[in-house]
């Protein structure tokens, strides 16, 4: 398994691809996650744990993709690229009508 703040430094990787709406929103996550009753430390290992089964997953993927997708609570669908999450496809935000 990969250290705990390698695994916060991959998992954070992708934040720098939202757009700037989206970054003040996804702001509030932090004040949320610290202000629930929470156990960090179980949340850092399956953070890690997470990362160790995007790793493990490779193979022959729909579209000619070798990797996991990585669905992500903040940021874009990504895939792991060595220690980075990156976008997959295209980014397009989404504007709720009205």
């Known amino acids: 398994m990969i250290s705990t703040s390698s695994s916060l430094q991959i ?30 430390e179980l949340a850092k290992t399956k953070r890690g744990r997470l990362l160790d089964v995007v790793r493990a997953g490779t193979g022959s993927f729909f579209q000619g993709r070798t990797g996991c997708l990585f669905f992500c609570g903040h940021g874009p669908v990504s895939v792991l690229s060595e220690e980075t999450l990156i976008p997959y496809g295209s980014l397009d935000p989404y504007t709720p009508p009205g």
């Open 11 to 40: 998992l954070a990787s992708n934040l720098v691809y939202l757009s700037p709406e989206w970054a003040a929103c996804n702001s509030l996550a932090v004040i949320l996650v610290t202000s629930v009753n929470a156990d960090r």
